[in-house]
């Protein structure tokens, strides 16, 4: 039987929140009341038979970092240390750390499912947690230690009702060979922030081992130091992130970083990084741009069709330079007709800009709340800071052709082709391409 450990943490903006929103009884805690916004951690930890590195990421457009949560990449991501079977149909981008499964998540639960396939867990999941990628992000991980460890995060708005904290029995189910034997819960707010130093202050329940009643509550505090430190929302409206009109083929990135001096002064040893993954239809070329990387498809002339059941597009990492305005030149690829009038394809992908500084301390990796894993961050140190800056949604307008154009477009060229052809003929045997007859040169009269 899997033993299954449960942790809740409860991040509330200021202490006056925990204590109005918090109500306790024999058997549970009930969030109601709360008329500022908080954030929920749960995670589940299980063994696993496993000694493949991977990790399952998913973030949907609204959901943001909070000071216990990773900086998750956009959509679906399914991040292993080998390459997947063919069998299961999805195609990866490969680099020297990682192969990359990735999509904006219209197949989230696809890739989903083939992480668990990859583990062979003999448990249904789906009976221990509420899967709801609409509402919540996840961070789902095989830790060095053969430990599957599921991290689901969810943004609580102000007043909303949600179910009791409880250890439900229903959840300890001999039938799926699973058992949650172990439930805590911290509630807590922030007392200190400072860089990538954050204490908490709070409350710690547990429930009994064997039972489903609240062992003891007890006050606690807890300080570590952040591997994705928080960043104010002033400093990241220094950032101005856009495209230069008008947006042509070759879109022009713009960065203006003019307002923008070294974040943190603490250390010595900080760069500014533009990280993005470009959907299929935009590129790199890494001979004009110069990246730090750029992984996946920069083929400059297939069309979009030829390669999609080749690729799912590319990551690309650029240093920026504070205080100026950093370009980084785009490219679109010719993408396929389409029935009716010429139009544009609207394509969207989300830049993030991170200040990323090498601290020097060992224990930045080692946080309560998530692990750096296979990412972006892998491709740093471990004593890496990273400070998330700005991260926000571009759309690019490709032109494409019409099909209903094909046949004049077709009878056109034809008749330009067969042109040129009997031009060229005209030219190499008409008449005007003969010599002429050579005709005498008339004799200089000679001088007496």
């Given amino acids: 039987m899997a033993m299954i450990s449960e942790r809740i943490t409860v991040l509330f903006k200021s202490e006056e929140s925990l204590n109005e929103c918090v109500v306790q009884d024999e058997t549970s805690l009930k969030l109601t009341g709360c008329i500022e916004p908080y954030v929920i951690q749960r995670r589940f930890t299980l063994p696993v038979e496993n000694m493949n590195k991977m990790r399952f990421t998913w973030r949907g457009r609204s959901h943001s970092p909070s000071m216990i949560s990773p900086s998750l990449n956009f959509g679906a991501n399914l991040y292993s240390d080998h390459i997947l079977d063919p069998k299961y149909g999805q195609i990866g981008i490969t680099n020297p750390i990682y192969t990359l499964y990735h ?58 009702v949600i179910s009791p904290i409880t250890k439900k029995s229903s959840k300890n189910d001999p ?32 429930w009994e081992e064997n039972g489903e009643k609240i062992e003891k509550c007890i006050k ?20 101005n992130v856009f495209f230069e009109e008008p947006v042509g083929l070759h879109p022009k990135l713009l960065i203006d970083m003019t307002n923008v001096t070294l974040h943190n002064q603490k250390y010595n040893d900080c760069e500014y990084y533009l990280f993005s993954q470009l959907p299929l239809e935009l590129f790199v070329d890494k001979f004009q741009s110069e990246p730090v990387f750029v992984f996946g498809e920069d083929n400059l002339e297939s069309p979009d069709y030829k390669l999609s059941n080749m690729t799912w597009g590319s990551e690309t990492l650029f240093t920026l330079k504070g205080g100026e305005v950093n370009e980084v030149t785009l490219h679109s690829r010719y993408i396929s007709p389409q029935t009716g009038n010429i139009g544009e394809r609207n394509v969207s992908f989300i830049p993030q800009i991170i200040l990323a500084c090498d601290t020097g301390i060992d224990s930045i990796d080692r946080n309560p709340f998530y692990s750096k894993h296979l990412g972006y961050e892998s491709f740093f140190t471990k004593d890496t800071i990273f400070y998330p800056l700005k991260s926000e949604e571009l759309i690019v307008p490709i032109p494409y052709p019409s099909f209903d154009n094909y046949k004049n477009v077709e009878m056109m060229t034809s008749f330009v082709l067969i042109l040129s052809i009997f031009y060229l003929l005209f030219k190499l045997f008409g008449p005007l391409s003969f010599r002429t007859k050579s005709r005498p040169v008339p004799e200089q009269k000679k001088h007496d």
């Fill in 175 to 206: 039938s799926n060979n699973m058992q949650i034997n172990k439930l805590e819960v911290g509630l807590f707010y922030a007392d200190l922030i400072e860089n990538e130093n954050i204490n908490l202050s709070g409350l710690r329940c547990l």
């Fill in 220 to 239: 606690t505090s807890l300080l570590y130091k952040s591997s994705f430190a928080p960043v104010k929302s002033d400093e990241r409206q220094l950032i």
């Fill in 103 to 160: 999509n904006d998540g219209e197949t989230a639960n696809d890739l989903l499912e083939i992480f668990f396939k990859e583990l062979n867990l003999d448990i249904d999941l789906n009976r221990i947690v509420d899967w709801d990628l609409g509402n919540k992000q996840y961070d789902i991980i095989v830790t060095d230690d053969s430990k599957l460890q599921i991290n689901e995060y969810n943004e609580v708005a102000p007043n909303t």
